[in-house]
């Protein structure tokens, strides 16, 4: 997807998300029932970052044209004052700090997340630095069992030839 189209269906669904945490927030009797919305408005948002800091596969003059650099501008603050509506509503109805907890949660679940992905990275390496440490070690005791067979057989025809056959 294109960064345009991209910031356009971020900012699309980081509105619907707005709308749906508005008209659900009187009842909700939890976070958790506002949730996806939530959820929703985190990748609306994100998408509007992503296109905003995109910069390959856009044309030279469309990345720097006045209309591309104001819609990305817009666009951010639009998801961005969303995103403090959100944090208004949610603050108000469960309780301050509310939403700063919400975003602690995330930020550590996200960076848990790429701990993992790095340690299980750190592992497949190592497993396959082991894997090519193996092999090179068959490699080795094939080369030396051949090179064993080889003289071998050498041997037996050296001793064939001097016994007379």
Known sequence: MEPISTALAGIALVQSAVAGIKSAIGTANDIGA??????ALFTGQKQVNEARNKKSGVGITDQFGVGSVAREMIDAKLAAEKLQEVATMVD????????KGILVERQKRIQEAKEAALKAK???LKEHEEMMDNV????GIFFVLAVAIGAFILMMVSVAKAVGM
């Open 34 to 39: 506002i949730a996806g919305q939530i959820d």
């Open 92 to 99: 108000m109805r469960f309780g301050h700090g509310t939403w």
């Open 122 to 124: 750190r592992k497949a």
């Open 136 to 139: 090179k070690i068959g490699l």
